[in-house]
């Protein structure tokens, strides 16, 4: 029975792929998981599994530097959210990559890949897919990239919401909300995080606990206390702005 690890800092991602992976391929024994880029190295030491997925960006050492220790003691699937451009480097060299989220489809490529390479030795990534790993470092750092999904929880269910669907999100003390225009999700990363993983283009900040969506603004109006609030559209909701951030409706 063929083995394989999962390497990913968000455990909803983790389970996300676990689920998709039994789908797409029962067989495959997922024997461990990892939070970072060191925990996986252990790990592959530890279990000797045959794949191993990697995400991207992980704290500590990343997925990239990971695989580079790793190297042929394990065949390196990477984890991606980067946009086609970014995937082409990868298809430039022998390791597979999946795209967040997991799709039923893309994976079903990805098993059939994965089968055929059980009777290869596995890539050394020390050698071979170094200067693959460079080209993709440089188009990193050279284009930010930002969340292109949120995944949140619905009851025990786990969704993942396209970010351009979110209406605007905003904080209490213990979770944060995602409404979107048919639903509302909750997920524990604050403001504050988002707003450095969001498009700040796409997405303001008009108070300490609250993001909102550009496109899903209708108007601002005051309340009788002077206070300028955000109508968002098809909703009741009146997203309060703080003074700090009045700023960003001078031109409206």
Request: proline share 4%; net charge negative; aromatic share 6%.
């Amino acid at each position: 029975m063929p083995t394989a690890i999962i390497a990913d800092d968000e455990r909803l991602m983790r389970d996300q792929l676990r689920l998709r992976l039994g789908q797409a391929w029962p067989e495959l024994d997922i024997i461990g998981e990892a939070k970072n880029g060191d925990e996986a190295i252990e790990l592959v030491d530890q279990l000797k599994p045959d794949f191993t997925f990697l995400d991207i960006r992980m704290p500590g050492k990343t997925g990239m530097e990971a695989a580079q220790v790793i190297g042929n003691k394990s065949r390196i699937v990477f984890v991606t959210a980067y946009d086609s451009h970014a995937v082409e480097a990868f298809e430039r060299g022998a390791v597979d990559y999946v795209l967040k989220p997991p799709e039923h489809e893309r994976l079903l490529i990805t098993v059939d890949r994965l089968k055929t390479h059980l009777s290869k030795p596995a890539l050394d990534v020390n050698s071979s897919v170094t200067a693959m790993l460079s080209q993709l470092a440089e188009k990193i750092t050279a284009k930010p990239t930002y969340l292109q999904w949120i995944q949140a929880s619905i009851g025990q269910d786990l969704r993942m919401i396209p970010v351009e669907e979110i209406l605007f999100f905003r904080s209490d003390e213990k979770y944060t909300c995602v409404q979107t225009a048919k639903y509302e999700a909750l997920i524990r990363k604050p403001v504050r995080d988002l707003a450095e993983e969001l498009d700040p283009s796409l997405f303001w900040q008009i108070h300490r606990a609250t993001l909102v969506n550009v496109n899903a603004i209708e108007g601002v109006t005051r309340d009788i206390r002077g206070r300028h609030l955000v109508l968002i559209k098809g909703k009741t909701d009146k997203l309060e702005v703080s003074r700090s951030f009045l700023h960003l409706f001078k031109q409206m």
